[in-house]
DNA sequence: TACCAGGTAAAAA
DNA sequence: TTTTTACATGGT
């Protein structure tokens, strides 16, 4: 991995909000399913380490990781022009953005969490995991995109779906839409593609933009976590505007993405 | 018990 | 065009 790199540090919100069979985190590793085998992400020193080694799964592991993500630029940008960050990240070097490697499962994680307490959309999303997925070892294979694609609103919405929601999932999965392909476009085009898609909106398409394909300028400018950081930080505590937010997100430029990773982390330790 | 929590779309004004 | 409302669950 390049460095800095802080594996605890860059792993943790998969255990933060309550379990997640798709992304086991315990005893500082990590376990998901990767091109169809579980596998087990543990730190090590430089970097991380992957059990069963295979060489074909480091590539996917370094970009779930952040390993593309430019962190001494990033700490030279807030170094030169923005104190707020700096001091924030000084505190927590080495924490990249996590990636979701699979475009399918980072749209339906976010379909779940939208609206909702991270945990009430956690552990709906655990429920959906074991009812459709399938069981490993540790880790569950997220349910594909076919078998939901031949579920209904009800058996979705049995697992603490809302109906709309469930209706989401289920027209994302039935969509004539090839989710590899996005990889390719630019980001403006992606989040014309997704927000095309019913309940699927530009909160939903900055997050794919972030978690997914780790877009460095991706900045959720309506996510109200990331406005609430950007009101303790830079305002004083006042709440922002989406407009607001995203002019301090345009001045970050391709720093974005690094930094509110970085905001988010900060608030987690602000007092309640 | 209420109310809020890392939104979205449709109805109402 | 802008504002208001319904949505389902988990935590406090």
């Known amino acids: ?40 992400i543990a730190p ?16 996917p592991v370094r970009r779930l990781l952040g390993a593309g993500f430019d962190l001494p630029a990033f700490a030279r940008f807030a170094a030169a022009e923005d104190p707020v960050l700096a001091r924030l990240a000084a505190e927590r070097p080495g ?25 009430a959309a956690s552990a ?22 076919d078998r939901i694609a031949r579920e209904t609103p009800d058996r979705l919405r049995a697992l603490g779906f809302s109906t709309r929601k469930a209706e989401y999932a289920i027209a994302l999965a039935r969509a004539p839409l090839d989710l ?8 403006h085009d992606v989040k014309a593609a997704l927000t095309a898609l019913p309940g699927i909106g530009e909160w939903t398409a900055d997050w794919f933009l972030a978690r997914h394909l780790g877009r460095t300028s991706a ?15 830079y305002l004083d505590g006042r709440y922002p505007t989406i407009a607001e937010t995203r002019a ?7 720093h974005a993405n690094v930094a509110a990773h970085t905001l988010l982390a900060a608030l987690r330790r602000l007092p309640a």
């Open 124 to 145: 709906i999303r655990a429920r959906f995991v074991q009812a459709f997925g399938r069981r490993h070892e540790r880790a569950w294979a997220f349910p594909t995109r």
């Open 180 to 187: 590899d392909e996005l990889a390719a476009l630019p980001d």
């Open 1 to 40: 991995m390049p460095q800095p790199f802080d594996f605890a540090l860059t792993t943790e919100r998969f255990a933060l909000f309550g379990h997640d069979p798709a992304n086991v985190w315990a005893e500082g590793r990590l376990h998901r399913v990767l091109a169809g085998r579980e596998t087990t």
């Open 95 to 119: 924490l990249r953005p996590a990636l979701v490697p699979d475009p399918w499962e980072a749209l339906v994680t976010a379909i779940t969490a939208q609206q909702v307490s991270l945990r």
């Open 44 to 59: 090590a020193p430089g970097g991380a380490e992957v059990a069963p080694p295979e060489a074909e799964l480091a590539e």
């Open 219 to 233: 900045w959720p400018a309506g996510d109200l976590a990331l406005r609430k950081a950007v009101g303790a930080f």
């Open 248 to 254: 301090v997100g345009d001045r970050l430029g391709e």
